[in-house]
């Protein structure tokens, strides 16, 4: 497949106010709902076999995520999903701000990313195990070890239990209404 096209902000917001592009926001749940860009439709990549992108008018499609990785990582997808008339934002939402322009932002405070939980949660049972294992006994420190494995079986294979588990928690659903 032929590459994807990468704009800067400035010129995505020229195509947006001429009606010539939807914007979709391939973030999670709670990143959107910190700040977004008003209009942009949420399509997170975790599951973009459950939501489909709404494009009637059958317009390219722009394409952004914080800083333009998840993006530039997941192209071919993108491409597809647009029926090859795709765009990628250059720089993502970290480059929309820089350049200026506005972004809504959250009333109340959404929760941490997923991936900060993860690390949240993973470094308090690293040092609960470690303190056990010199408080009460040295087992405690294979709970260390675990939480370790876990870690390091998700950085090779892409997938972290506790990351899932975690999206299962009341905190990160999306709020009704």
Known sequence: MESVRELSPQDIVRLRDAGEVVL???RETPEHTRE???GAQ???LSRWGEDAISNPSNVPVVFFC????RTRMNANLLADAANGNAILMDGGLIA???AGLSVERARQLAPPSIMRQVFMVAGTLILIGVILSQLADF???YLSGF???GLLFAGVSGWCGMAKLLALMPWNKEQAG
Not at 66 to 69: I, L, P, V
Request: glycine fraction near 10%.
């Open 36 to 38: 977004h860009i008003k």
């Open 66 to 69: 914080r800083s333009g990785m």
């Open 147 to 149: 939480v370790g494995a």
């Open 96 to 98: 929309w701000k820089k």
């Open 24 to 26: 979709v926001d391939v």
């Open 42 to 44: 949420l399509c997170p």
């Open 139 to 141: 087992r405690f420190v």
